[in-house]
């Protein structure tokens, strides 16, 4: 029996309708999504502004402040956040079984799995937006080109962290084991990267921790995002970005391969 | 278009299938067949491994040895054309408690491929199949246990299957719900045609006219009519040779 281009549209749509949906409804999750990055910028960027001025680095043009520095990392960080969230959400689907109800569909599981990714990346780049909204009022403007350069730099930001968080969600086998992914895969992530320093100045600090957020596919995220909002491409960063992104998305595919997923371990009765 | 399947195929052909789990078996060669209209109760007791059998049927997992062939087609080869004909209610509430019943029913309808248009009206079709049509944009919260049931049955035959799984779908339903309930989805298995495949352990739900198929200990002790299954147990009710089915280690195979 095939399967025709317009049946597979019919399914994206409703995978990603459903998730829109849900996050209507869950409003306070969009909240919560909101104020992270928002109290990072006030307080801590505000906080800092005086003792952290950035030297001139690419793609920056003039001296900065820290406040528009920090503002790719937190774009990055709220799409971190949306990809464990998502993930956390499959964790729970599954307990709850409605990843059943999404596994049982006659299409094949990749394209499922994907459909889902791309759900979970339409939220996150709705929260990026909204986000990077308050900041200009807050008076941190980009180019305005580069709001629509940073789209693209979002959707593979936005499958990369969701595929990891969806690789994740193969290991955990339950919700509590939550809070450990959050100390040991989030929290890592997010401060080992130039999300919060450059790069250059992390080595300054220490060349270890310097070593660490090279190797750390978040930085090239990070850096794609702040390339893209001044209307530039970083193509290393692009394709470190998009390797990951690709390599994560085929472990997590095989996680949820029914013949040899972690699936297959939750016995039952 | 039937490449995998014959015209004379049954629902569900389940032949051989073996399955263990961590090294112990959990199924061991467990074989039946559903037809058309027909309405299989299996039985068995917690832990006898209908759960199990119901996530390889529906191919949550895959690491097993025998076949299953839904109308015809093998779940392995024809994994899409076997989905797209059965029809599954699983043991825990499935639906998203905050979307409205035409929004979880539609949901399902986009993962089977159908378009917005076709896939409103099948939900009404069902919806009022089930007897809920004016609940059409309750959110789903806000319906009682057996409701929530009801909409899923709704679900499972919105796609017009040829065979519906239901694994212990009163679980958690109160006397009432649940006669209810045993009682509609017989009725839907003659009228669609459908064959339902019902999972239990309560032996109230065996209507005299089911096929059964009891399984314990990973094995079919027996499977036949209710008359059959007395036969060979030597009962005189389907809960006195379920006893005698399920305990010790009698193998009564019709």
């Not at chain 1, 530039?232 to 994560?248: H, K």
């Not at chain 2, 789990?21 to 299996?42: C, D, I, M």
């Not at chain 2, 076709?118 to 309750?138: F, H, I, M, P, S």
């Not at chain 2, 045993?182 to 005299?208: M, N, S």
Request: one cysteine or more; proline letters at 4%; glycine letters at 10%.
């Amino acid at each position: 029996m095939s399967v025709g281009m317009g049946r597979y549209l019919h399914c994206m749509r409703g995978v990603v309708s459903r998730e829109l949906l849900r996050f209507v409804h869950q409003r306070s999750r969009f909240v919560a999504a909101l104020v992270r990055p928002l109290i990072w910028l006030f307080v801590f960027a505000a906080g800092f502004r005086m003792a952290l001025g950035v030297a001139m680095t690419d793609p920056y043009k003039t001296y900065i402040l820290y406040e528009v520095y920090i503002i790719p990392g937190l774009v990055g960080m709220i799409q971190l956040f949306n990809g464990m969230q998502s993930s956390l959400s499959m964790v729970y689907d599954r307990e709850m079984g409605s990843m059943r109800v999404l596994l049982v569909s006659p299409f094949p599981r990749w394209y499922l799995l994907v459909c889902k990714l791309l759900a979970g990346t339409l939220v996150s780049i709705a929260q990026v937006y909204v986000f990077l909204t308050i900041a200009w009022f807050y008076g941190i403007k980009a180019p305005p080109m580069g709001y629509v350069w940073i789209l693209p730099a979002l959707v593979v930001t936005g499958f990369m962290v969701g595929a990891l968080g969806m690789l994740l969600s193969t290991f955990v086998k339950q919700l509590e084991n939550f809070a450990g992914v959050m100390n040991f895969v989030i929290f890592p992530m997010f401060f080992l990267s130039s999300a919060l320093y450059p790069l250059w100045r992390i080595r300054e600090g220490s060349y270890l921790v310097y070593q660490i957020a090279a190797m750390n596919p978040f930085t090239y995220a990070v850096e794609m995002i702040r390339f893209a909002l001044y209307e530039q491409l970083n193509l290393d960063a692009v394709m470190i970005v998009v390797a990951t992104t690709l390599v994560l998305l085929a472990l997590a595919i095989l996680g949820y391969n029914p013949a040899r997923g972690m699936m297959a371990r939750k016995g039952g009765g | 278009m039937r490449e995998g399947g014959r015209d004379d195929a049954p629902a569900l052909e389940v032949d051989g299938l073996s399955f263990s789990y961590s090294g112990k078996p959990v199924l061991e060669e467990v074989g039946f067949r559903l037809e058309a209209g027909q309405f299989t109760v299996l039985l068995g007791p917690n832990g006898a491994g209908k759960t199990t059998l119901f996530s390889l049927i529906t191919r949550l997992y895959d690491r097993r040895v025998g076949t299953i062939r839904v109308d015809g087609f093998e779940l392995r080869r024809h994994a899409v054309a076997a989905h797209a004909r059965m029809g599954v209610v699983f043991q825990q509430p499935t639906l998203d408690l905050d979307l409205s019943v035409r929004q979880n029913l539609t949901y399902h309808a986009a993962l089977h491929g159908m378009g917005p248009r076709e896939a409103r009206r099948r939900a009404e079709e069902q919806v009022a199949r089930v007897g809920l049509g004016d609940a059409l944009k309750t959110r789903v919260r806000q319906l009682s246990g057996g409701q929530r049931r009801r909409v899923e049955i709704a679900r499972g035959l919105l796609h017009r299957p040829r065979l519906l799984l239901l694994d212990e779908p009163t679980v958690g339903l109160d006397i009432a719900a649940r006669r209810d309930l045993v009682e509609r989805v017989h009725r839907l298995c003659v009228e669609e045609g459908v064959a339902v495949l019902w999972a239990t352990h309560l032996i109230d739900e065996v209507y005299p006219e089911d096929r059964v198929v009891v399984l314990d200990g990973g094995k079919v002790r027996a499977s036949g009519s209710v008359s059959e299954i007395l036969a060979a147990s030597g009962g005189t009710s389907i809960g006195e040779a379920f006893d005698t089915l399920t305990t010790g280690p009698v193998e009564v195979v019709s």
